[in-house]
C-alpha cells in the first residue's frame, strides 16, 4: 500500500498503537528521571553562594513541587524531538496499513478542548521550569533577598508584619498545610513560606534560619490561628 499520509483512513486504537505507546512511555521514564537529577545541578548555576548550616547566610530555594513541574516541561519539549526516528518508521508503518489511529477525527470542538488545556499545562509548567532556575531567598545578616525571574527584592527585618508558623506536628486544614511550616509577613503584602519542602533545606537549618529571622526582626513566631495536633 502506498497510500499518502494525507489519505490515510482513521482506525480504532489497535495492537499496533497500544505498542507505540508503551514505547513513549518507556522512553518517558527513561528521560524524566534524568531530567530530574540534572536540574538540579543546571539551577546551580544561577544561584549565589551561601554557606548555610547553623550560622548562615541561608539560601532557599523553590520547594519541590516546582521541580516536577521543571521536569514535566523538559520532558515534554524534548519527547517530540527524541522520538522522531521511531515517528519515521511509524508512519512508513502506517502508510503500509492504509490507516492511521486519530482519536479526534471529525471532532472539533474536542481537539480544541485538548490543544487549550494542553496550551495551558505548557504555560504552567514553563513558567515552573523559570521560577526552578530563576527564584530563590537569600536570609542575611542585614536583610531578606527575594530573587524573582523578573526583579530583585530586598526586605529589611523592620518591613516584617508577622512571623506566623504551623508548628511540627500540627496541621493547618485552612491552608492544607503540615507543620513545621513559617510565613514571614511583610508590610508590602508579601509572604515568604519556610517549610522542609524548600529543596536542600535541613531541619537544623530551618530552625536555625527561623530563629535567625525572629531574633533579628525583634518578633516572635505566632501559631496559625486554626493549628491544630494532627
Not at 495551558?120 to 533577598?145: C, H, M, N, Q, R
Amino acid at each position: 500500500m502506498t497510500a499518502s499520509k494525507s489519505k490515510l483512513k482513521p482506525r480504532r486504537l489497535g495492537n499496533a498503537d497500544y505498542k507505540r505507546g508503551l514505547i513513549v512511555l518507556a522512553v518517558l521514564a527513561i528521560i524524566a528521571p534524568l531530567y530530574w537529577l540534572g536540574l538540579p545541578s543546571l539551577q546551580a548555576k544561577f544561584l549565589p553562594e551561601a554557606p548555610g548550616g547553623e550560622s548562615g547566610p541561608w539560601l532557599v530555594r523553590p520547594i519541590t513541587a516546582v521541580r516536577y513541574g521543571a521536569m514535566a516541561i523538559m520532558a515534554a519539549a524534548t519527547m517530540p524531538f527524541i522520538i522522531r526516528p521511531l515517528r519515521k518508521v511509524w508512519d512508513q508503518e502506517d502508510k503500509e496499513m492504509g490507516s492511521k489511529y486519530k482519536p479526534l477525527h471529525k471532532r472539533p470542538w474536542e481537539f480544541a478542548a485538548v490543544a487549550i488545556k494542553a496550551t495551558a499545562l505548557f504555560v504552567v509548567y514553563g513558567a515552573a521550569l523559570v521560577f526552578y532556575l530563576f527564584s530563590w531567598t537569600l536570609i542575611e545578616p542585614d536583610g531578606i533577598k527575594q530573587r524573582l525571574p523578573w526583579t530583585t527584592l530586598n526586605h529589611s527585618y523592620d518591613a516584617i508584619a508577622s512571623l506566623k508558623t504551623i508548628p511540627d506536628g500540627e496541621r493547618s486544614e485552612s491552608l492544607i498545610q503540615n507543620g513545621p511550616w513559617y510565613s514571614v509577613r511583610l508590610t508590602s503584602g508579601r509572604t515568604i513560606p519556610l517549610s522542609p519542602a524548600n529543596e536542600g533545606t535541613t531541619p537544623e537549618e530551618l530552625q536555625a534560619m527561623t530563629q535567625f529571622i525572629a531574633k533579628q526582626s525583634g518578633q516572635d513566631w505566632e501559631k496559625w490561628e486554626d493549628s491544630q495536633r494532627r
